[in-house]
C-alpha cells in the first residue's frame, strides 16, 4: 500500500508562487512515476506535471517555463514549484503515484490565485 500526503497549497496573487510536496510512503517500486494533476471549478481533472524515476519531467503546455516538478527518491517526495500564477491554475492539486497496475492519490491541495 502506498499513501501520498500533499501540503504547500493556499492563496496567492496573481504572479504569485506556490510550493507544492506530496510525501510518500509504503511499499514504492523503484519505477515509480509521480506527478500532479489539478482539477479547476467545473472541469475535469488534468495532468500538470509527471517525474520519472530517471528525474525526466514532462509538463503540460500551458504550465511549460512556469512550474517545476522534481523528486527527492531518498526522502520519498516529490514537488511542484509554481511560479507566476494565473487564474487558470486555480484549483484542487493533487499528488499522484502510479506502479505496476495501481495508481495512488493524494487527498488533495487547493491552489487559489486571486487579486
Known amino acids: 500500500q502506498v499513501q501520498l500526503v500533499e501540503s504547500g497549497g493556499g492563496l496567492v496573487q496573481p504572479g504569485g508562487s506556490l510550493r507544492l510536496s506530496c510525501v510518500a510512503s509504503g511499499s514504492i517500486d523503484s519505477l515509480a512515476v509521480m506527478g500532479w494533476y489539478r482539477q479547476a471549478p467545473g472541469k475535469q481533472r488534468e495532468l500538470v506535471a509527471l517525474?520519472?524515476?530517471?528525474?525526466?519531467?514532462t509538463y503540460t503546455i500551458s504550465v511549460k517555463g512556469r512550474f517545476t516538478i522534481s523528486r527527492n527518491n531518498a526522502e520519498n517526495t516529490v514537488y511542484l514549484q509554481m511560479n507566476s500564477l494565473k487564474l487558470e491554475d486555480i484549483g484542487v492539486y493533487y499528488c499522484?503515484?502510479?506502479?505496476?497496475?495501481?495508481?495512488?492519490w493524494g487527498q488533495g491541495t487547493q491552489v487559489t490565485v486571486s487579486s
Open positions: 517525474i520519472s524515476a530517471y528525474a525526466t519531467p
Open positions: 499522484n503515484l502510479f506502479q505496476g497496475r495501481d495508481n495512488y
